[in-house]
């Protein structure tokens, strides 16, 4: 069972009106449909390419099992010409006419089930036009805003749509990095460059980087298949690899201000990748808990919901499970704040310096203000801001020109 806000109760919902049901037998459901929709996973291959085995065996079942016409809507992310491979893959298979229609998704976990009835768009690729009507029939009841295009255009729209977005958040962190060796506050700045309606506000917040099943795989995936058709996606390149520094910067601010943490307790707070959802694949959780064991330090880790699936991707002795934020900081030497849980902006500092050994706040989400740090007392370092109450060295003045 996955955590995402609304769904449950969508499905209790829609189960009870008689308007969903589920089934194992794959034979029935396709049998009982006109439109099928193909929407399994697809991984990444250790290469970074899309690994297209379950797809192809959901596309194999269907052709097995069809008995008429079919219409079948891929929503899965796949590499540009999957779509045309499945086409001759049920040709092979089946004498039934079919069509197979591109229909990427664009849902934010966390956020899904909003997305779903608020779309900013319905991208839909198809070779037909009369293929393409009837799925643009289907939504049409959730926008107008319908994108009509061909299919590897569609499939191409889903990896150029994330690569971009994954794209704002390196810029925007490299900004940061800047910023801090300036004397700059990335936060105005990105309020300053997002009210140009050319760039816009959304994804312009500086952290530690993005993680989750989407941005890390599809831009793997991009790179490889640029690097398919003999083409080096330089600049992907370094929107990954700048991505993976990112989270390395927490631990470089703690060692900056305790030198060795050789024996150092770090509260963790925040190991889903982000809010509203108990996703932790890819987090920079993960890469920045292992760093902090590996140089020797403790931790004791706390999430609202990601908790369970974290410790079974990622135990160890010298990790404390907490139950919130307050036990996680309990004699801690340090907190890093690594995902923007609303539960973890709201502490009164003054009560929270009281329970730990050292008052030290690292916030990878820029989520407190200058003005909640500075009367409590607490050495704090965010992203791309100026660094409070002593620990970090300020940022000398630039020299004239």
Request: glycine share 6%.
């Amino acid at each position: 069972m996955i955590y995402e806000p609304g769904l449950q109760e969508l499905v209790v919902r829609n189960m009870n009106a008689g308007r969903l049901s589920f089934t194992t037998d794959i034979d029935l459901a396709v049998r009982q449909s006109e439109i099928i929709v193909l929407a399994v996973g697809t991984p990444s291959l250790p290469n970074g390419e899309a690994n297209l085995a379950y797809i192809e065996q959901a596309t194999r079942d269907i052709a097995l099992a069809m008995n008429g016409p079919k219409t079948i809507m891929t929503k899965s992310t796949v590499p540009v010409g999957t779509n045309h491979k499945l086409q001759t893959l049920l040709a092979s298979l089946t004498d039934h006419p079919f069509d197979v229609v591109s229909v990427p998704e664009f849902l934010r976990e966390g956020s899904a089930v909003r997305d779903t009835f608020n779309p900013d768009r319905i991208v839909i690729g198809a070779d037909r036009p009369e293929a393409a009507e009837a799925i643009v029939a289907l939504h049409r009841p959730l926008t107008t805003n319908i994108v009509q295009t061909d299919i590897r255009s569609a499939e191409m729209i889903k990896y150029a749509s994330n690569a971009f977005l994954a794209t704002k958040i390196s810029f925007i962190n490299e900004i940061a990095n800047i910023c801090e060796k300036v004397g700059a506050d990335v936060t105005k700045v990105a309020e300053g460059m997002g009210h140009d309606h050319r760039i816009g506000h959304s994804f312009l917040r500086a952290g530690i980087g993005y993680g989750g099943s989407c941005f890390p795989k599809d831009t793997q995936a991009l790179i490889q298949i640029a690097g398919n058709v003999d083409y080096e996606f330089k600049l992907l390149k370094s929107v990954v690899d700048v991505n993976q520094d990112q989270r390395f910067s927490i631990i470089h601010k703690l060692q900056h201000i305790f030198g060795e943490l050789q024996g150092r307790t770090v509260a963790v707070w925040g190991l889903a990748f982000k809010p509203n959802t108990d996703d932790v694949r890819d987090a920079p959780a993960l890469d920045i808990i292992q760093a902090l064991i590996a140089q020797g330090a403790n931790v004791r880790a706390c999430d609202p919901i990601a908790l369970p699936n974290f410790r079974a991707r990622c135990d160890h002795e010298r990790i404390a499970w907490c139950a919130d934020a307050l036990e996680a900081a309990c004699d801690a030497d340090a907190i890093c704040l690594l995902t923007e849980w609303p539960e973890f902006g709201g502490f009164d500092l003054a009560r929270l310096k009281q329970v730990m050994r050292r008052p030290v706040l690292i916030d990878g989400r820029n989520v407190y203000s200058a003005e909640q740090v500075e009367a409590s007392g607490f050495i704090y370092s965010s992203i791309g801001r100026p660094a409070l109450n002593r620990g970090l060295d300020a940022p000398a003045p630039l020299p004239l020109a």
